[in-house]
């Protein structure tokens, strides 16, 4: 994140999950990418307590495919 991309799209608010991704990939935990915003005192993170994965879309695909199938026939 730049300056120049704050400026140009007019970004007021920076809102991010919780540090999931650094819980799961300590490897980004060194790369801190909303620095600027942070510092600029427009930065906020949110948790998130329903988290869709592929994995639930696809059990929910196979759990409710003969139903769906059955409409289109």
Known sequence: M???LLKSFN???VVDESPRFQELLPSLATVDNSKLAKEKGIYSTI????VLTIDTIVERIMANRDKYFELTL
């Open 2 to 4: 730049t300056e120049d």
């Open 11 to 13: 970004i007021q608010f």
């Open 47 to 50: 948790k998130i307590e329903n």
